[in-house]
Nanobody, 126 residues
Framework: QVQLVESGGGLVQPGGSLRLSCVAS????????MGWFRQAPGKEREFVAV????????NYADSAKGRFTISRDNAKNTLYLQMNSLKPEDTAVYYC???????????????????WGRGTQVTVSS
């Protein structure tokens, strides 16, 4: 059974940092591009960042560029999102997801992702 479990969320002050993790079980994520999405209250889920299957290509939403870093450790079957200089508008539930097809360079489209975690809450507030 494919399972993705996010962790690392919490309450942080503006300007602070958090590191999200997503551990995969039931499959090996080695050959799949992995992404992070988020959903703020009252808003649709949106793309944050994606990394290709081998970790050589990354792509970020404009809101994340220069502040967030996506990475992966295939040996640990784990995906990460380092978030720095956090802003109140980063408050959301953050989801990790695995693409449906292998060896992708990484997509920004939700429909290209077939496995999703349940999310971890990130709240940025003073």
């Amino acid at each position: 059974q494919v399972q993705l479990v996010e962790s690392g969320g919490g309450l942080v002050q503006p300007g602070g940092s958090l590191r999200l993790s997503c551990v995969a079980s039931g499959f090996t994520l080695d050959y799949y591009a992995m992404g992070w999405f988020r959903q703020a209250p009252g808003k649709e889920r949106e793309f944050v960042a994606v990394i290709n299957w081998i970790g050589s290509i990354t792509n970020y939403a404009d809101s994340a560029k220069g502040r967030f870093t996506i990475s992966r450790d295939n040996a640990k079957n784990t995906l990460y999102l380092q978030m720095n200089s956090l802003k109140p508008e980063d408050t959301a539930v953050y989801y990790c997801a695995a693409e449906r097809t292998m060896f992708s360079i990484g997509s920004r489209r939700e429909t290209d992702f077939g496995s999703w975690g349940r999310g971890t809450q990130v709240t940025v507030s003073s």
